[in-house]
Structure formats: structure tokens, C-alpha cells
């Protein structure tokens, strides 16, 4: 009798958590067509608006599903809501130039200074427990890849909508940009943060497998990037397309070393794994020396700038993980020290990131002069 009871109990739970997520999905999609009953169309040169506030309109639904689930209190809940409703203030008062740096600095950090307050209601508002902000890290590369894979149902979908009306002689296009991706991308943030929820076992199988497939490729890549650098002697170049997409790539290979110790079990012995792990962190490392090398240069030949000073905090940010990580992991495969202590510098250095990047939003377009 017992046992029924505790099934049905937790059958009705499972029902209302559902019901709850989609009630928030929804919210979150309608959320973003609220701008529009003020004038402000999606498309009708309202777009650096939507872009501005794009994590505003669903990161707090996200943040209130955690804090319904952990039953978070209301001191708890302010705190969490206090950093959305500063910045729903700033990032709207700022007076930006058109098409300002600064701008668009605000508009790619805003998103990782806000998931520190998800990260800290996911956590049930213990934030200084090592274990939950691991949890966090690990739900965050599950909810990732999750997300992919409905964004890729979601192409599908969007394409065959298209096909269908199209075939009938009507132009759905208005729909589909409009209500159908915008209301979409949004929805899916809670469906795909709910699945990671709920099905935590098949997550379990599937990204640690992905991680353990993508890490020596990129080690391997990494390689060949620096083999070729010293064969033809050529550098980093110093614009600043190369120097972004050097970024972007030394920010994939900080997820995987984040989520690849997120995956492992403390107490396994080091293995191949580890080895090509190490490889992956010092040729980042390196890559990281020389992209910092031509960012100073370009500072040096061209002066200051908004993109080229958070370039240069950002790789300094990744230099000292990255040289931390991979003396903690030379430490472990030679057994003078644990992987616990490199998984617990992952996750005492992850507020740096969101330091660094409220900094950006906070102070990069008064400091810039909004340019």
C-alpha cells in the first residue's frame, strides 16, 4: 500500500512539474511578442531591441522553474530576480551609438552573467556547495546538447511548414519569422532544461559520449593548428575576424574540459582519456599565448577599443584556467594530487566568467563611451 502510495505521489508530481514547464514555455514564448503590442515589430528595425533583451525573456522562466522546484524562499527568490531586473534596466536605458561596439558586446555577455543566477536556483540557492555548482556545470552541458537536438527538430519542422504552405500558394514566411522561430527558440529553453530534468539517465549515456568522441578531435586539431603555425611560420592574423573565431574556439574547448570533469568519476584511475584531455588544455594553452600576443600587437598598433579589451580579458580570463587545469592535470597523471582538485577549480573559477562578463555589460558602455 505504501509503495502504491509513494507511485502515485510521484506520478502526481511528475504531472504538475509538466504542467508547470509548459505553463512557463508558453509564458516565455509569448514573452517575446509582448514588445510588439508597443510598436516594436520583430522586423521592422526593432531587431537590436530583441537582441538586447532576448535572455530577458525567458532566463527569468528558467530561473522560476528552479526556484519552484527547490522551493526556494522569498529572500532567495529577490536575490535571484534582483540581477534580470538591473539589467532589463540597463541594458534598455543605455544611450548606445548605432551599431556600437559596446552594444553588441552587451548583447553576448548578458546571457552568460544571467546564468550564474540560474546556476544559483538550480543549486536551491546554495551556490557554495562544490557538489551543486558542479551539478550545474553538468546539467548545463546536458542542457546544451539537448537544446541542439530540438533546434535541429525545430529546422525540420520550420521546413516542412514552409513546403506545406507554400505547396498551397500561400507565403507562410510572415508566420514563420514571426511567431513559429522566435516563439520557438524561447519555448524550447524550458523543454529542453525539463528533459534534462527528467531524463537524466539517457543524458547520462549520451553526452559524456559525445564529449569523449569531440575531445581528442579537437586535441588533434589543435595540434595540427600549432604544427602548421611553426612549419610555415605564419601567426595568428590580427584581424579581428581571426582573432574571434580563435576565441570562439578556445571558449568550445573550455566547455569540453568543463564538461568532460564534470562527466568522470573522481575515484577512476588516469587513463588514455586523461592524456588526450591534457594534450586538448596545453595546446589551448598555447593557442591562447599567441592569440593574446596579437591582441596586444593589435592594441599596441591601433590603441584601445570595447572589442579588443574584452577580447584581451577574456583570453587573460582562459590563460589562468587553462594553465591552472593543466598543472592539475600533470599533477594527477603522475599521482601527486587527486582529480578532485582540478574538478574543484573548474567550479570555484566559474564566477569569474560571470564577473568578467557583467563587467562588460556593466561598465564597457559608460567606459567607451556607448561607441
Not at 140 to 160: D, Q, R
Not at 217 to 237: D, E, K, R, Y
Not at 307 to 319: D, P, Y
Request: with cysteine; net charge negative; glycine share 8%.
Amino acid at each position: 500500500m505504501d509503495a502504491t502510495e509513494n507511485g502515485n505521489a510521484a506520478a502526481e508530481m511528475i504531472r504538475t512539474e509538466t504542467t508547470i514547464v509548459i505553463a512557463l514555455a508558453i509564458l516565455a514564448a509569448l514573452a517575446v511578442k509582448i514588445p510588439a503590442l508597443f510598436g516594436l515589430e520583430m522586423h521592422e528595425g526593432s531587431e537590436v531591441f530583441y537582441a538586447r533583451n532576448v535572455s530577458l525573456f525567458v532566463l527569468p522562466f528558467l530561473a522560476g522553474y528552479f526556484a519552484w522546484k527547490h522551493t526556494l524562499g522569498v529572500r532567495n527568490c529577490l536575490w535571484i530576480a534582483a540581477p534580470f531586473a538591473a539589467a532589463a534596466v540597463l541594458v534598455n536605458v543605455f544611450p548606445f551609438e548605432p551599431e556600437a561596439a559596446t552594444e553588441l558586446l552587451t548583447i553576448l555577455h548578458l546571457p552568460i552573467a544571467l546564468w550564474l543566477a540560474i546556476g544559483i536556483a538550480y543549486a536551491g540557492g546554495a551556490w557554495g556547495d562544490s557538489a551543486r555548482r558542479m551539478n550545474f556545470v553538468r546539467f548545463s552541458g546536458e542542457f546544451f546538447i539537448y537544446y541542439v537536438l530540438i533546434a535541429l527538430g525545430g529546422i525540420v519542422l520550420t521546413a516542412l511548414t514552409m513546403f506545406m504552405f507554400t505547396a498551397i500558394g500561400l507565403a507562410p514566411e510572415w508566420f514563420v519569422t514571426n511567431w513559429l522561430i522566435p516563439c520557438g527558440a524561447l519555448g524550447a529553453v524550458l523543454i529542453a532544461a525539463w528533459l534534462v530534468e527528467t531524463k537524466q539517465n539517457i543524458m547520462a549515456n549520451f553526452a559524456p559520449l559525445l564529449t569523449s568522441l569531440f575531445t581528442p578531435l579537437f586535441a588533434i586539431v589543435l595540434l595540427v593548428f600549432l604544427g602548421s603555425m611553426l612549419w610555415t611560420g605564419n601567426n595568428i592574423s590580427m584581424e579581428r575576424e581571426a582573432l574571434i573565431g580563435c576565441d570562439l574556439l578556445l571558449v568550445v574547448v573550455l566547455g569540453l574540459l568543463l564538461y568532460a570533469v564534470s562527466a568522470r568519476d573522481p575515484e577512476k584511475k588516469p587513463g588514455v582519456f586523461d592524456i588526450f584531455q591534457l594534450v586538448l588544455v596545453v595546446s589551448a594553452l598555447i593557442v591562447d599565448v599567441v592569440a593574446l600576443t596579437a591582441i596586444v600587437a593589435r592594441i599596441s598598433e591601433f590603441g584601445f577599443s570595447p572589442n579588443k579589451v574584452a577580447a584581451l580579458g577574456m583570453n587573460l580570463i582562459l590563460l589562468v584556467n587553462l594553465a591552472w587545469s593543466a598543472w592539475l592535470y600533470v599533477r594527477f597523471l603522475r599521482g601527486a594530487g587527486s582529480f578532485t582538485a582540478l574538478e574543484r577549480w573548474q567550479t570555484d573559477y566559474l564566477p569569474v566568467y560571470a564577473v568578467w562578463a557583467g563587467l562588460v555589460v556593466v561598465a564597457f558602455p559608460p567606459l567607451f563611451g556607448y561607441v
